[in-house]
């Protein structure tokens, strides 16, 4: 046997489906990563803890968030934006570990957006019960990079919608270790995550992170 068989037999599985123009779901694309992946995410997470941030509206949002990278995503009573500063900590955020950032270029090439550099990760802790209403990520600079996410722990439902709040979304099942990428016309689409189902998922417990990597500039 080759090598290089053998190293197809042994890989996990990825498959590609394209959701919509310029999105692309990369079924397992996380595969030997995983473990490295998660063990960056726990030194992110001691350094930068999830929080519950509160909407302009002032409604206390069901996902917890933290961020890593050259600024992150933040919401208070006077609005949203990108900080390069935690505001619990008034420190930076932590640096984006190597590994993430070179993963989601990875993905981002395999959908045919080469040289994606993100200066953002936003990362989202769903429990049971947390959701993600409708919206349009359009804080950003920059809506010629995609947005790349990461699916890790228990699969969630995802609502994918159209330009228009009312354009009927579609249901999309991530599930961990898949990775989608939003460029090109979708970028702009509203979605949505539905609330999460009870589950125990054997590595990640009863939840569900989401991380999704940003060119903000
Ligand atoms: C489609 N997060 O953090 S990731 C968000 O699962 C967010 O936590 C969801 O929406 C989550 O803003 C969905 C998938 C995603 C992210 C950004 C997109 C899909 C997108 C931007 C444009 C279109
Ligand atoms: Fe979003």
């Known amino acids: 046997m080759?090598?290089?068989l053998f190293a197809r037999l042994t890989e996990r599985q990825s498959s590609q489906e394209v959701m919509a123009e310029g999105a692309v779901l990369l079924r397992g694309f996380v595969g030997k990563a995983e473990a490295e992946l998660i063990a960056a995410l726990r030194d992110i997470v001691g350094a930068a803890p999830f929080r519950h941030m509160v909407t302009p509206g002032g409604h206390q949002m069901?996902?917890?968030?933290?961020?890593?990278?050259?600024?992150?995503?933040?919401t208070d009573?006077?609005?949203?934006?990108?900080?390069?500063?935690?505001?619990?900590?008034?420190?930076?955020?932590?640096?984006?570990?190597?590994?993430?950032r070179d993963l989601a270029e990875r993905a981002a090439g395999r959908a045919g957006f080469g040289g994606f550099a993100p200066d953002v990760c936003l990362i989202n802790r769903y429990l049971p019960g947390a959701k993600m209403s409708l919206h349009q990520d359009k804080d950003e600079l920059d809506f010629a990079a995609p947005i790349?996410?990461?699916?890790?722990?228990?699969?969630?439902?995802?609502?994918?919608?159209?330009?228009?709040?009312?354009?009927?979304p579609r249901r999309f099942r991530l599930e961990h270790g898949d990775i989608a990428v939003w460029g090109g016309p979708s970028r702009l689409f509203f979605h949505g995550v539905a609330p999460l189902a009870d589950g125990e998922h054997p590595i990640m417990g009863s939840q569900r992170l989401n991380l999704t990597f940003r060119k903000i500039r």
Request: net charge positive.
């Open 2 to 4: 080759t090598a290089d």
């Open 62 to 74: 069901s996902v917890a968030m933290t961020n890593c990278g050259n600024a992150g995503w933040v």
């Open 77 to 100: 009573r006077t609005g949203y934006r990108y900080h390069a500063v935690d505001p619990e900590s008034g420190k930076p955020w932590p640096t984006m570990p190597l590994l993430l």
């Open 148 to 168: 790349v996410s990461v699916s890790l722990g228990l699969p969630a439902i995802f609502l994918f919608g159209g330009l228009k709040r009312s354009d009927k």
